[in-house]
């Protein structure tokens, strides 16, 4: 019976991938031959093992038994008769049983039970927990940063309201693992800001006392922040900030004073490097 050997082949299959599936599956088909003259309760009958297709047309019985070795998980019956007694039925589950045994046993010999590592083609869904206070940044403004590990991983990710569990769902192993770091770079512990260092920053927003800048690191994720005051962009005076500075624009600056937050205080005039329109 092909239907029965997918039953075995998915066991196998499925274990080989290191799925925990609860124990292995085979499946055995039992046929019925009855008298052509009719077949009454008292009739002579022979039950077949594992028939095919061709016996399968002629015979007036197909019934289809799957299970594990402690019972049995699903049944099919296909019959050409009025009914089967009850007897006959009992016969033909105690010839199932004793023919998936068998198949079991010779499965084991390959493979017994799943393996613990899954398959690097497998598919995943992981469950990453991350600390709330970095939900802000794995989500990014907009979503920005968990679409950006999705389009850059092949992966899908899922952070509900209100919840610290990100939800991944990945096609294979280097899918789910290139989500994975990346998820848990951007919910490591925001950068400590140090005076005296020079950092790299985007302009988040601009007002008109400064720029509100966001230090990423190398992957481009937001791990910290802080004020670019006017008075700190270039050493002649500035009217307008949107005159020297761009929202998005990347740069280097100065980090000169970090409150009890963390939230730093920069400055690009002190770097001493020259921007458009300052010559």
């Known amino acids: 019976s092909s239907s029965m050997a997918t039953v075995c082949g998915a066991s196998l299959a499925l274990m080989d991938a290191g799925v925990p599936i609860a124990g292995p599956v085979a499946g055995i088909s039992v046929g019925l031959v009855t008298p052509p003259e009719g077949f009454e309760e008292d009739s002579p009958y022979v039950l077949l093992t594992d028939i ?52 079991l046993e010779t499965m084991a010999k390959e493979l017994s039970a799943p393996r613990d590592v899954p398959k690097s083609h497998a598919p995943r869904l992981e469950h990453i927990v991350i600390p709330m206070e970095a939900r802000g940044r794995v989500l990014g403004r907009g979503g920005e940063m968990i679409k950006a590990i999705e389009a850059a991983s092949g992966a899908a990710l899922r952070l509900d309201d209100n919840e610290n569990v990100v939800r991944v769902w990945a096609a294979n192993e280097k899918s789910f693992e290139k989500a994975r770091d990346a998820v848990l770079e951007l919910a490591a512990p925001e950068v400590l800001l140090t005076v005296g260092n020079t950092y790299k920053a985007k302009v988040a927003e601009i007002r008109d006392f400064g720029a509100l800048l966001d230090v990423v690191g190398d992957n481009g994720s937001v791990v910290g922040g802080g004020l670019l005051h006017i008075s700190e962009l270039q050493h002649t005076r500035t009217e307008r900030v949107e005159d020297v500075l761009a929202v998005g624009e990347e740069l280097d600056v100065l980090a000169i004073d970090v409150d009890a937050s963390g939230r730093g205080r920069f400055s690009l005039k002190m770097l001493g490097s020259v921007r458009p329109g300052q010559e």
Request: aromatic residues 4%; glycine residues 10%.
């Open 52 to 103: 095919l297709g061709m016996e399968d047309h002629f015979l007036d019985m197909d019934f289809k038994v799957a299970g594990t070795a402690k019972g049995v998980t699903a049944v099919q019956l296909d019959i050409k008769l009025s009914g089967v007694p009850l007897p006959v039925l009992e016969a033909a589950l105690a010839q199932a049983t004793e023919a998936r045994a068998g198949i």
